[in-house]
């Protein structure tokens, strides 16, 4: 095998399982060990530089960070449920117990660059543009159709997930910048907006439309039946406050479980979810699916819809046919009549959530930008450019239906790329991450950080009384952790982006730190393949996703190979270690922001000068 490579900057990024996994890379460790000292402003501005909305996310994000986790893995000998790190939820402690940070965060550029960019929408993808370039001196300025900015943010996540104060503080960190948000005024013409002499326009406008669901009955009983984004809008505004007693949602995704909650809150007390797939295949967040569960709304799998039952127009219930899943070799899906009979359920109002599909009616097809067949841009996917060279799309409007997570991603890279474009650079000539190797050692046996592993299990968030929590939709459901809990589940954080760095010319070979390793991760033996070399490590290493560390050649002709997956990262083989081959180093890893290229540009002109 060859010796790893750890100049690379991606090896032991994909060793922070963690931040490998989020879009926007957010250093999940660093900021953990920043809410363990208190340091809770801290935390939040590392969060804030790379995903923007730390007290938003929060809340809500995916949480891709959370199945990756290390802990869920190297946790599976000691608890019946192992369970991640509660990442998301030590974000929003960061969020919650802050201290004023405006002094803290970028100041508008004191003049501008004569560049001026329109963002489409004012979701998460354009506000990240819009803060990654107005500081810069871009002028940019945000267009969207409703009064205040945060796009679905704002009017599909229910008050009692996201309180409106939280989007309110942090859509003003962006806007402060110096970007210019232009509410109720929706685009409704690409080629007129191109028309304005605008540098670059970003497409951040979302995944509008939802799905419809056209089965017998769906005109007749239109007055009842409502899309479920459209219905989210309506409540948020206060155009909708009320809701029938006996409500259906169709959909197995995030919004039928917003859908169902708000029904819940809103006077509905027999409301069910709906769904044509399995439990385990529905699209919604493992939590989402417990907390909707947890507050009395069944889930009732494996029904296709068949119609909308109706008298006279008054929608009176659904009938579903009820099927199985079968599998072919190739492990392809189809659902299959059970040959039950068919199931009715009554119901007043039904919501339907099952899906949504992006929208560009204003934008015309004349204009040079080209579609594919699913009526998604064509796009660089390293600098999502469209066919128009100065415009570019981000979010949901890139890809179809994502998360919050993604489409900040997408808006850091399509800055990067809008700047590299407009200073005259090719845009796929991506300015390099931002990394750096550090020893923690302080001492013969002692570490800047605390690298003793907790032997607890996850901590539960608290939640408002029933009661309480379901007779309003703008109460907060979660409580989010106190100081003391938030500081237990830091605890349970491994320190994944705190090395274990081989000096293989300093090792003696002595084996102590096979012996000492609580993990068995750490084998000595002769070189060779590397399917055959995992099969005979100390304990096998099975993962094939997560890579081997290997040495050079030792003095004895053997190699030294680690297992990252299951690595505590406790630093026990660097104590034992008489010669001090083993290292504790912190791995840190910022992707780079628009401006980089600049900055990388002038420190070359400093040295060669």
Known sequence: MQPTNIANPAYFHK?????????????????????????????????????????ILGRTCDRPCEPACRRGRVEKSNAGEPEPVAICRLKRVAADLKEDVKKRMPQPAPKRNGKRIACVGAGPASLTVARDLAPL??????????????????????????????????????????????????????????????????????????????IPGRKEAAANIHIGIDWLASVSFGHITTVGKRVIVLGGGNTAMDCCRSARRMGGTDVKVIVRSGFEEMKASPWEKEDAMH????????????????????????????????????????????????????????????????????IERDSGLEFDKWGLPVLDKVTFQSTVRNVFFGGDAALGPKNIITAVAHGHEAAVSIDLLLSGQDPHARPSPLTNLMSQKMGIHEWSYDNETSLDIRFKVPWAQAEKALASIRVEVELGFDAKTAFKEAQRCLNCDVQTVFNQSACIECDACVDICPMDCITFTPDGAEPEVRQRLKAPALNLAQDLYVSGHLKTGRVMVKDEDVCLHCGLC??????????????????????????????????AA
């Open 295 to 362: 507050e009395g709304i069944p889930i009732i799998n494996m029904h296709v819809p068949l119609a909308f039952v109706h008298e006279h127009g008054r929608l009176t219930g659904m009938l579903f046919e009820i099927v199985r899943a079968e599998y072919d070799d190739k492990g392809r899906r189809s659902l299959v009549p059970t040959g039950e009979p068919n199931a009715f359920f009554a119901c007043d109002e039904v919501l339907i959530a099952v899906g949504q599909e992006n929208a560009f009616p204003w």
């Open 574 to 607: 660097a104590e034992r270690c008489p010669t001090g081959a083993w290292d504790m180093q912190k791995f840190m890893f910022k992707n780079a922001l628009a401006g980089s290229s600049r900055r990388e540009a002038s420190k070359q002109q400093e040295v």
């Open 137 to 214: 001196g871009y002028e940019v300025t945000v267009f969207d159709g409703e009064p205040k900015p945060g796009g679905f943010m704002r009017t599909q996540i229910p008050r009692f997930r996201l309180p409106e104060s939280v989007i309110d503080e942090e859509m003003g960190y962006v806007l402060e910048l110096g970007a210019r948000f232009v509410g109720g005024q929706r685009i409704d013409s690409m080629k007129a907006l191109m028309a304005q002499g605008y540098d670059a326009i970003f497409v951040g406008c979302g995944a509008p439309r939802g799905r419809d669901l056209e």
């Open 15 to 55: 060793v922070v399982d963690c931040q490998w996994a989020c879009p926007a890379h957010t250093p999940v460790p660093e900021y953990i060990r920043l809410i363990a000292q208190g340091r809770y402003g801290d935390a939040y501005m590392i969060n804030w530089v790379s995903n923007v909305f730390p007290g």
